[in-house]
């Protein structure tokens, strides 16, 4: 199969195609990745890109400037208040930041590589300016992911960022990451005390994970009776969730600890500060080998 790159305007969907692996984005909705197919099967949550309603029902989203929950919708940096929308059904909190829910710009693609940015101006749902720019390439043995964040704004501001993968959840699905420690959650689901953690090893039909992780290490292996997966990043932290009655289940890396600028010392949990014209950088690799 040959490496080719098609763009359709009518609905600013990109497919890029390299070996037996075909790569499908939407960047006029979230900048998300539809989906991810080895052959016909999807190796991460897939919907063909036209039929894509919904980027919660998406393959993989960005996560920035901040991850997971941003707690009762309100912080305080530098001395100022602020208070941002709701945007998550049935949440106290804010999620996921606002680069999820926004149109991307395409930039660039060629047969392997597409970029496309986000460039966002102070509103309700984030007091700071920023720009950030994700870079896709889809090779015969797998995805990489690189996003940039730029501050664009007249003051400092707090930025975080990551990526939400949906994984299929097969008879045989398993996870085994090497980790040191998990947050767990109080009723409102923000992480409330750490605790040692030296690995996830098992079924995930057998884990019951909705937390926050450090100190991974390692690719995490994911495995089923389709593929053997390894997913890797220049971030140490991961959010787990392993819903009993759903039939996909997540793996995201991150660069800090959900509603970490709450925290006493949001820097030690790994949120950036950044200064007007300074940018923070990450990447995500999965590897993709079928069984």
Same mark, same amino acid.
């Given at each position: 199969?040959?490496?080719?790159?098609?763009?359709?305007?009518?609905?600013?969907?990109? %497919?890029?195609?390299?070996?037996?692996?075909?790569? &499908?984005?939407?960047?006029?909705?979230g900048?998300?990745?539809?989906?991810?197919?080895?052959?016909?099967?999807? =190796?991460l949550?897939?919907?063909?890109?036209?039929?894509?309603?919904q980027?919660?029902?998406?393959?993989?989203f960005?996560l920035?400037?901040?991850?997971?929950?941003?707690?009762?919708?309100? @912080?305080?940096?530098?001395?100022?208040?602020?208070?941002t929308?709701?945007? @998550?059904?049935?949440?106290?909190?804010?999620?996921?930041?606002?680069?999820?829910?926004?149109?991307?710009?395409?930039?660039?693609?060629?047969? /392997?590589?597409?970029?496309?940015?986000?460039?966002?101006?102070?509103?309700?749902?984030?007091?700071?300016?920023f #720009?950030?720019?994700?870079?896709?390439?889809?090779?015969?043995?797998?995805?990489?992911?690189?996003?940039?964040?730029t501050?664009?704004?007249?003051?400092?501001?707090?930025?975080?960022?990551?990526?939400?993968?949906?994984?299929?959840?097969?008879?045989?699905?398993? /996870?085994?990451? #090497?980790?040191?420690?998990?947050?767990?959650?109080?009723?409102?689901?923000?992480?409330?005390r750490?605790?040692?953690?030296?690995?996830?090893?098992?079924?995930? =039909?057998?884990?019951?994970?909705?937390?926050? @992780? %450090?100190?991974?290490?390692?690719?995490?292996?994911?495995?089923?009776e389709?593929?053997?997966?390894?997913?890797?990043?220049?971030?140490?932290?991961? =959010?787990?969730?392993?819903?009993?009655?759903?039939?996909c289940?997540?793996?995201?890396? =991150?660069?800090?600890?959900?509603?970490?600028?709450?925290?006493?010392?949001?820097?030690?949990?790994?949120?950036?500060?950044?200064?007007?014209?300074?940018?923070?950088e &990450?990447?995500?690799?999965?590897?993709? &080998?079928?069984?």
């Amino acid at each position: 199969m040959t490496d080719t790159a098609t763009l359709q305007p009518r609905d600013d969907t990109i %497919e890029l195609r390299s070996g037996a692996l075909r790569l &499908a984005l939407r960047p006029d909705l979230g900048g998300c990745v539809a989906g991810l197919w080895h052959h016909h099967v999807p =190796v991460l949550r897939s919907t063909e890109p036209h039929a894509l309603e919904q980027v919660r029902q998406s393959a993989c989203f960005p996560l920035l400037p901040y991850s997971n929950r941003l707690g009762y919708r309100r @912080f305080r940096f530098k001395g100022q208040d602020h208070t941002t929308e709701a945007n @998550f059904p049935d949440s106290p909190h804010s999620v996921h930041g606002v680069g999820w829910q926004r149109a991307w710009t395409l930039r660039a693609h060629s047969p /392997l590589d597409v970029v496309m940015a986000y460039r966002h101006e102070p509103d309700g749902h984030w007091p700071f300016a920023f #720009e950030a720019v994700q870079y896709l390439n889809l090779t015969p043995q797998g995805l990489r992911l690189q996003m940039t964040v730029t501050n664009t704004g007249t003051v400092p501001q707090p930025v975080g960022l990551g990526w939400h993968p949906y994984f299929p959840r097969r008879q045989r699905s398993r /996870l085994h990451i #090497e980790l040191t420690d998990r947050w767990d959650a109080d009723a409102a689901q923000l992480p409330t005390r750490k605790v040692p953690q030296p690995g996830i090893d098992g079924d995930v =039909v057998h884990l019951g994970f909705d937390n926050c @992780f %450090e100190g991974w290490t390692g690719p995490a292996r994911i495995r089923d009776e389709k593929f053997s997966l390894q997913l890797s990043s220049s971030m140490s932290r991961l =959010v787990v969730y392993t819903p009993p009655d759903r039939d996909c289940f997540c793996v995201e890396p =991150v660069s800090h600890v959900s509603n970490a600028i709450h925290m006493a010392d949001p820097a030690a949990h790994g949120l950036v500060t950044l200064q007007p014209g300074d940018s923070t950088e &990450a990447w995500t690799r999965l590897d993709v &080998a079928p069984i």
